[in-house]
């Protein structure tokens, strides 16, 4: 019951982009050319959070104009890349926003995520992540990061609604 009320309070999904948004893997063509791949579901997925009326962001320590172009396609408002200090930039966010932490849940992957997690109201670990990260999460997803984690994680959120 409490995975459902705090899951029901969320109007703010934010996500790490390597590792959640993609498996992980870092992608490099013999120029030195970055690459990444992302999964349909999980663009689906944040489609949909969107037309609930919710809103969505990323948070990295990465710095990379694929995840500018995708966020921008998706509709990803608050974007905030290169950054080491995630707690920093998730307090920009919320002030941003105007939401609370309670309303805000974050998916992560690894050990930098874990400062966030403990600054929000729902914390999602992707299948696998971290061991740490999953101990410190509130949920992991049954989907790895990459395969459809986020839109796992965003059809638990919007039925949370339902059944609130």
Same mark, same amino acid.
């Given at each position: 019951?409490? #995975?459902?009320?705090?899951? @029901?309070?969320?109007? #703010?999904? #934010?996500?790490?982009?390597?590792?959640?948004? $993609?498996?992980?893997?870092?992608?490099?063509? @013999?120029?030195?050319?970055? #690459? +990444?791949?992302?999964?349909?579901?999980? &663009? %689906?997925?944040?489609?949909?959070?969107?037309?609930?009326?919710?809103?969505?962001?990323?948070? @990295?320590?990465?710095?990379?104009?694929?995840?500018?172009?995708?966020? +921008? %396609?998706?509709?990803?408002?608050?974007?905030?890349?290169?950054?080491?200090?995630?707690?920093?930039?998730?307090?920009?966010?919320?002030?941003?926003? &105007?939401? $609370?932490?309670?309303?805000?849940?974050?998916? &992560?992957?690894?050990?930098?995520?874990?400062?966030?997690f403990e600054r929000v109201?729902? @914390?999602?670990?992707?299948?696998?992540?971290?061991?740490?990260?999953?101990?410190?999460?509130?949920? $992991? $997803?049954?989907?790895?990061?990459?395969?459809?984690?986020?839109?796992?994680?965003?059809?638990l959120l919007l039925n949370s609604?339902?059944?609130?």
């Amino acid at each position: 019951m409490e #995975l459902q009320e705090r899951a @029901s309070r969320i109007r #703010l999904l #934010l996500m790490d982009c390597d590792g959640v948004l $993609t498996d992980g893997r870092l992608y490099f063509s @013999s120029a030195g050319e970055e #690459l +990444k791949v992302f999964h349909a579901l999980d &663009g %689906q997925g944040i489609v949909d959070w969107h037309k609930a009326g919710f809103r969505s962001g990323i948070i @990295s320590g990465r710095n990379s104009p694929i995840v500018e172009n995708r966020a +921008k %396609q998706l509709g990803i408002e608050f974007v905030r890349q290169g950054r080491s200090d995630k707690a920093t930039a998730l307090a920009e966010i919320l002030a941003e926003s &105007g939401a $609370t932490p309670e309303e805000t849940a974050f998916m &992560g992957d690894d050990t930098p995520d874990v400062q966030v997690f403990e600054r929000v109201g729902f @914390s999602i670990a992707v299948g696998d992540a971290h061991k740490a990260v999953k101990d410190s999460a509130n949920y $992991t $997803t049954s989907m790895n990061g990459g395969f459809g984690a986020v839109r796992e994680a965003i059809d638990l959120l919007l039925n949370s609604k339902v059944n609130a």
